[in-house]
Structure formats: structure tokens, C-alpha cells
């Protein structure tokens, strides 16, 4: 609890609205988890607060819809859809997505409200770059050369040897191993100077990661 606030805290105080997202993921995490393995308590209440913490958790940042998507993946290669309890998961988080999805269309693509062009990303710059080891380098030494992305490795690299916990620990790995790729291909995509890019947004958007080392 002490290594959770510990964290947290300094994403409040920060008042990154990265840290909401982060707190909110791994709620989100948590509460399927503790479904998908019948730990928690299974019924129309906790469903409706796991699709309003999902609902949060897509409409703060896109990041967030990344990690729904990401979340609605596993948990779907990993449940067996013929139990009524793992359907209503998996249907509790595609719905979930229709508001941030139907207000992703529409500020971008209906009214234009946030324009996104080939000004921020685009295909000829990931083409470009990803031949290039040099920069999946720099992507991985930016990330790995922060304190509490380390110290978080460590703490559950310890849970693993020590707790055991092998379904938690999976779940844990495929989130963070298939995020980190994710984030690889959005930085190699950039048209932005790539050091740049890495320089003023790693921080951030690796909380979801850190929280969920120090968690698990």
C-alpha cells in the first residue's frame, strides 16, 4: 500500500491527467481480474462500476482507449466465451468504448474540432524509422532509464519469485509487453524530432506501466 501511494501520490500532485488514467487502468485491471478468476463478487452492481470506470478511463485520453482495447484483447484470448459471466465482461467493455469511439469520430473526422493530419503521425515516418535499431534503442533506454519504471521491474520480477501468483503475473506481462510494442510503433510514427518526443512524454505515459508493477 505504501509503494501504491507512493506512486499515486506523486500523479496527483502533479496533476498529470496521465496519473488519472494510469489509477483508472489499473482499476480497470483489477476488476477483471478479480472476474475472470471468480475472486470478486459477480453481479449487476460491479458490473455497472466497471463499465463506468471504463467509460472514465476512455474519455480522459486516447492513451485510455489504447488501453481499453488492449485490456478487451486479452481478456478476450484468455476467457472462455461459453461461461455467461465472461461474456458479459467482454460485452461490458465493447460498450464501454462506444462513447470515446463516437466522440473520436466525431471531434476529428465530422466536425473537426481536433484535426488530426499528417502533421502529428503518419505511416511514411514509421516506414522510415523502423528499419533503423538505433531507434527502438533509444525508445527502450528512454523508458528503462527511469527510477520507478526500475525499481517496478524489480518489485515484480520479487512477486513472481516470491508470491507465486502465475495468473496475475501472465496478465501482467501480456498488458505491459503488448502496451510497451504499442507505444514503440506510436514513437516510431512520430513526424516530430523522435529524442524530442521521447524527451517530454515517456514520463507520462508509462504510469500505467509503473502502477501495474508496483501492484501486482
Do not use: C
Not at 502465475?166 to 505491459?176: P, Q, S
Amino acid at each position: 500500500l505504501s509503494l501504491l501511494l507512493f506512486v499515486a501520490g506523486q500523479f496527483f500532485f502533479r496533476a498529470y491527467i496521465d496519473g488519472l488514467v494510469a489509477i483508472y487502468a489499473l482499476i480497470s485491471l483489477l476488476i477483471a481480474y478479480d472476474f475472470t478468476n471468480k475472486f470478486g463478487e459477480f453481479n449487476n452492481f460491479n458490473l455497472l462500476i466497471l463499465f463506468l470506470n471504463n467509460l472514465t478511463l476512455s474519455l480522459l485520453k486516447n492513451e485510455g482507449i489504447i488501453i481499453l482495447v488492449l485490456l478487451l484483447t486479452i481478456l478476450f484470448f484468455s476467457l472462455s466465451m461459453n461461461e455467461k459471466r465472461n461474456r458479459k465482461i467482454i460485452f461490458v467493455f465493447l460498450v464501454s468504448l462506444v462513447p470515446a469511439i463516437t466522440w473520436f469520430i466525431y471531434a476529428h473526422y465530422l466536425s473537426n474540432l481536433y484535426h488530426v493530419s499528417e502533421a502529428n503521425f503518419s505511416i511514411n515516418s514509421l516506414y522510415k524509422r523502423i528499419n533503423n535499431f538505433e531507434n527502438f534503442i533509444m525508445i527502450l533506454k528512454y523508458f528503462f532509464s527511469q527510477t520507478k519504471f526500475i525499481i517496478g521491474i524489480i518489485i515484480f520480477v520479487l512477486s513472481i519469485l516470491l508470491l507465486k501468483n502465475n495468473k496475475g503475473n501472465i496478465l501482467i506481462i501480456y498488458f505491459n509487453l503488448v502496451y510497451l510494442i504499442v507505444l514503440i510503433l506510436i514513437y516510431l510514427s512520430t513526424n516530430a524530432d523522435l529524442e524530442w518526443h521521447l524527451s517530454s512524454s515517456v514520463s507520462r505515459i508509462s504510469k500505467p506501466m509503473i502502477l501495474s508493477f508496483y501492484t501486482f
